[in-house]
Each structure stands twice: as C-alpha cells, then as structure tokens.
C-alpha cells in the first residue's frame, strides 16, 4: 500500500516561497514522477509491462510494447544485441506519445538475440532487456 501525499505548489518558509517543479514518488520500489508545473523537465521513465523473456515460433511475429513517461517526451529505441533497430521488410516500429510498438515479422534465427527498449530525452534515459528465442515451426 502507499500512502496520498497531497501536492502543494509552493510552501512559506521562513517569510520565502519556495517553488515545487516535480515531485518524485516511490511505489512498490519504482520510480513514478509527477510535474506539477507543465513546463518542468522530467527524466524518462519506463512504466510497468511486461518486457519477459520469451520463445517466439519460427515465421510467426514477435511483438514487444514499451510504454514510458518524462517531459520532454521520450523518444523510444529498440535494440537487438546493442544494436539499433531499423525499419525494414521484416521490422516495423511505430510510436506515438511515449508508447512504441516493435513487430518481428516472420522470426527467424537470426532475429533470435537480447532485445531492448531505451527510452530517451534530454535529461537522460532509461531502459528495460528481454531474451529472445526461435523455437521451431509447429506442425
């Protein structure tokens, strides 16, 4: 459980103002971050999913979903093997508002590797891994 901690947009100290741009809240041991003010800067921040380990059946699609938060909105990368994925015939990566979506179409061994989606602003970036495995056609 956690606790509502009303937010306030500036508290008298001392006969002085002081001015609250974010507020950083912990849940559960993650990281959420709230702007109070619509202008202040926030690192990205991938929010819950489940980016698993996984086996994927050779010829059958590989779809993976990131989601992440921060202000400038974050753009997100995916990456196999530390390397940038880019779209192709066989790879497609569409995004929108801090969610990105990436498709395997017809996985082969050759797309079979560790996976990662990066989020990223100017402010810095955050990342999530998953496995991945071909396993062979099924009959």
């Not at 509502?4 to 103002?17: D, N």
């Not at 059946?57 to 779809?63: A, H, I, K, R």
């Not at 530390?82 to 179409?105: A, F, K, Y």
Request: charged content about 10%; some cysteine; hydrophobic content about 35%.
């Amino acid at each position: 459980m956690y606790q509502q901690v009303p937010i306030v947009h500036s508290i008298l100290h001392h006969s002085q103002y002081i001015h609250i741009d974010a507020v950083y809240v912990y849940i559960y041991g993650m990281q959420h971050n709230t702007c109070i003010n619509p202008f202040c800067s926030v690192p990205p921040v991938l929010n819950l999913f489940p980016l698993t380990d996984r086996d994927v059946v050779e010829g059958e699609n590989l779809v993976a979903s990131c989601q992440a938060s921060g202000n400038p909105t974050p753009i997100i990368q995916w990456f196999r093997d530390d390397q940038l994925l880019s779209e192709s015939q066989s790879i497609n990566v569409s995004q929108s508002n801090g969610n990105s979506q990436l498709t395997v179409i017809g996985f082969a061994n050759e797309n079979v590797g560790m996976y990662s989606c990066v989020a990223v602003n100017n402010l810095g970036n955050d990342s999530k891994s998953f496995q991945v495995n071909a396993v062979g056609k099924l009959a």
